[in-house]
């Protein structure tokens, strides 16, 4: 189980992890959020349902090129110039979309880090010093959401944009400054896929 998910009876999934890997998830996590950033509902209007929905957010793709990797455009061809009407639209949908979207990358993550806090306090172990963190469905769907935002966001920051940039940043060589967030990336590939495969089983 180590290093991996497996399926749990009943459905969800667990994984075996040590002191280090849980620090690295969570410092991950955390930086995750501060990314995306606080949410848009505050004060008074945070409890009306109505107001939530009405909200309207950004119509222009985020600068950051995680962010804008985090929040695509819906329409037009990614990394192609987009014509008057694919921008209109793409500044549309953005606009009644992204608020809810932003809520929930923010939920995955916080799920992560409240996961991974239950588990730091003691909740369950396993032989060999590792922690086992057992979730959920729910939990399942949070931390796929939110490994998948992880990887999306060192992707973008390493400027990967296909398989072939992975392989050669893969081989890079140790003293290479990059090459702690490549393998950062290739370990949540891993356990991203684990956890698809756990809970397909």
Not at 162 to 178: K, N, W
Request: with cysteine; aromatic share 4%.
């Amino acid at each position: 189980m180590a290093g991996h998910f497996e399926p749990l009876p009943g459905g969800g999934a667990a994984v075996a992890l040590d002191e280090v890997e849980i620090s690295i998830l969570r410092s991950l996590a955390v930086q995750l959020l501060e990314l995306i950033g606080p949410g848009e509902a505050q004060g008074a209007d945070a409890a009306d349902p109505l107001a939530r929905l009405f909200a309207e957010g950004p119509s222009e793709p985020p600068a950051d090129p995680a962010l804008a990797r985090l929040f695509p455009d819906a329409y037009g061809t990614p990394g192609a110039e987009q014509d008057r009407q694919e921008r209109a639209h793409a500044a549309e949908f953005r606009r009644y979309t992204e608020n809810d979207l932003r809520e929930r990358k923010r939920e995955d993550a916080l799920g992560m880090v409240r996961s991974l806090d239950a588990l730091s306090a003691g909740d369950s172990g396993a032989a060999g010093g590792d922690a086992v963190l057992r979730l959920a469905p729910d939990g399942c769907r949070q931390w796929l959401g939110a490994l998948n935002d992880l990887r999306l966001t060192i992707g973008a920051r390493l400027e990967i944009t296909d398989e072939d940039d992975g392989e050669t940043l893969f081989r890079l060589p140790d003293e290479d400054p990059r090459k702690p967030m490549v393998m950062a990336y290739l370990w949540l590939g891993g356990l991203q896929e684990t956890l698809v495969e756990a809970l397909m089983a």
